[in-house]
């Protein structure tokens, strides 16, 4: 399925000039649908096990290699749940990749700028809302009643952990043009991000834009997230990408990270969410059956990128080790796969992998064909510089 999609958006595109264009192109396209379709990948994958121990995954779902239904005792949910899986079946999708689709839909149908306001009154007017997190949404009910402007709302914001996987249609959009992808995300994210989240989440574009370069690695993603982060958000990075480079197995990885790198649910606001102040501390994480998790960016981020560096271009290594690393896994793996996937392009995700994720869905939407309308739309709107 995966070759066939990419051969029928290139046929859709206005393929003028010269054999080099062409390709071009389609190594834009491919990459697209690698960066899109992997973070679906990684919200399906990783929202099975998501908000626990990583033992606890091992202990009910296994050595798993593929796609896990929903729900008790592999899951700590049963679906469908408000802001999670609304099916069982493998390959279900979650709130991230719900509020992806309208995020995607925005950018599409919009045109520059860019803005907070024009984002927020877009979803106001048109999406359903179907599928999402609370959270977001409220806040976005308080900026239509009038409590605060948009570009301010993220100030106002209580939580400010969470929606870190729904941003990878800037990415798309701005592919390669790594400054201008940054800039857009934190103005759009200003809706419900400040500080150090705000820091952290235009940073994980940065990187996702710059895979889309034509000379990119991982090594190159790496130092794109720390050169475009703050210093708070560079030390957390740092620390995690140097766990991930000295540990020599997965579960040595999981310990160093669980010891030294994880970050309770009260660091996501006050004085540790400021650029200056203090960094989140750590918080070593015992053994539990019940939800274990952190909604910080301060953990979750830097536990993304340290997944990449481990994984080392290797897909099943790289996506199976962050999703069975639990927490909020699949926040985690939904940016892990999307930097591999803008890396490589959709040919680096096993075949059955992408077809039950895109069967799965089909209910709600068609995401192989989404990815290539926005695909379509970033080189007609022409952002891209790879």
Same mark, same amino acid.
């Given at each position: 399925?995966?070759?066939?999609?990419?051969?029928?958006?290139?046929?859709?595109?206005?393929?003028?000039?010269?054999?080099?264009?062409?390709?071009?192109?389609?190594?834009?396209?491919?990459?697209?649908?690698?960066?899109?379709?992997?973070?679906?990948?990684?919200?399906?994958?990783?929202?099975?096990?998501?908000?626990?121990?990583?033992?606890?995954?091992?202990?009910?779902?296994?050595?798993?290699?593929?796609?896990?239904?929903? !729900?008790?005792?592999?899951?700590?949910?049963?679906?469908?749940?408000?802001? @999670?899986?609304?099916?069982? %079946?493998?390959?279900?999708?979650?709130?991230?990749?719900?509020?992806?689709?309208?995020?995607?839909?925005?950018?599409?149908?919009?045109?520059?700028?860019?803005?907070?306001?024009?984002?927020?009154?877009?979803?106001?007017?048109?999406?359903?809302?179907?599928?999402?997190?609370?959270?977001?949404?409220?806040?976005?009910?308080?900026?239509?009643?009038?409590?605060?402007?948009?570009?301010?709302?993220?100030?106002?914001?209580?939580?400010?952990?969470?929606?870190?996987?729904? @941003?990878?249609?800037?990415?798309?959009?701005?592919? !390669?043009?790594?400054?201008?992808?940054?800039?857009?995300?934190?103005?759009?994210?200003?809706?419900?991000?400040?500080?150090?989240?705000?820091?952290?989440?235009?940073?994980?574009?940065?990187?996702?834009?710059?895979?889309?370069?034509?000379?990119?690695?991982?090594?190159?993603?790496?130092?794109?997230?720390?050169?475009?982060?703050?210093?708070?958000?560079?030390?957390?990075?740092?620390?995690?990408?140097?766990?991930?480079?000295?540990?020599?197995?997965?579960?040595?990885?999981?310990?160093?990270?669980?010891?030294?790198?994880?970050?309770?649910?009260?660091?996501?606001?006050?004085?540790? %969410?400021?650029?200056?102040?203090?960094?989140?501390?750590?918080?070593?994480?015992?053994?539990?059956?019940?939800?274990?998790?952190?909604?910080?960016?301060?953990?979750?981020?830097?536990?993304?990128?340290?997944?990449?560096?481990?994984?080392?271009?290797?897909?099943?290594?790289?996506?199976?080790?962050?999703?069975?690393?639990?927490?909020?896994?699949?926040?985690?793996?939904?940016?892990?796969?999307?930097?591999?996937?803008?890396?490589?392009?959709?040919?680096? @995700?096993?075949?059955? @992998?992408?077809?039950?994720?895109?069967?799965?869905?089909?209910?709600?939407?068609?995401?192989?064909?989404?990815?290539?309308?926005?695909?379509?739309?970033?080189?007609?709107?022409?952002?891209?510089?790879?």
């Amino acid at each position: 399925m995966a070759g066939l999609m990419i051969q029928a958006v290139s046929a859709n595109l206005n393929l003028v000039g010269s054999n080099r264009v062409y390709k071009s192109r389609e190594k834009f396209i491919n990459k697209a649908l690698g960066c899109f379709m992997g973070a679906a990948i990684g919200d399906s994958m990783g929202g099975a096990v998501e908000c626990q121990h990583y033992k606890r995954i091992r202990k009910y779902a296994g050595d798993f290699k593929d796609l896990l239904p929903f !729900g008790k005792p592999i899951s700590v949910f049963d679906p469908p749940s408000d802001g @999670w899986a609304q099916r069982s %079946n493998p390959g279900t999708i979650t709130d991230d990749t719900y509020i992806r689709m309208d995020l995607l839909e925005f950018f599409v149908h919009k045109e520059a700028p860019y803005t907070a306001a024009k984002l927020a009154d877009y979803l106001l007017k048109y999406s359903d809302f179907f599928g999402w997190w609370d959270p977001p949404l409220n806040q976005l009910k308080r900026i239509e009643k009038g409590e605060f402007p948009a570009e301010d709302a993220g100030q106002f914001m209580e939580i400010q952990g969470g929606g870190g996987g729904w @941003w990878q249609p800037v990415s798309i959009m701005y592919a !390669g043009n790594i400054e201008k992808a940054s800039q857009v995300t934190a103005d759009l994210c200003s809706i419900w991000k400040s500080g150090l989240a705000r820091d952290i989440l235009s940073s994980v574009v940065a990187g996702q834009s710059a895979a889309f370069k034509d000379d990119a690695s991982i090594d190159s993603i790496v130092d794109t997230v720390l050169s475009d982060s703050g210093p708070k958000a560079k030390k957390l990075f740092e620390r995690a990408v140097h766990i991930a480079r000295e540990s020599g197995s997965a579960d040595e990885l999981y310990n160093n990270l669980y010891q030294h790198a994880s970050v309770s649910n009260s660091t996501h606001t006050g004085e540790y %969410n400021s650029l200056e102040g203090p960094l989140p501390p750590t918080e070593e994480v015992q053994y539990t059956e019940d939800m274990c998790s952190s909604i910080a960016f301060a953990e979750q981020q830097p536990w993304a990128l340290a997944y990449l560096v481990y994984g080392n271009a290797d897909p099943e290594k790289t996506l199976l080790t962050a999703v069975k690393g639990g927490r909020d896994a699949d926040s985690i793996a939904t940016n892990t796969a999307s930097w591999l996937g803008a890396l490589h392009g959709l040919s680096i @995700w096993p075949e059955k @992998w992408i077809d039950t994720v895109q069967k799965a869905n089909l209910v709600d939407f068609d995401l192989l064909k989404a990815g290539q309308e926005l695909a379509e739309t970033a080189l007609k709107k022409g952002f891209i510089d790879v």
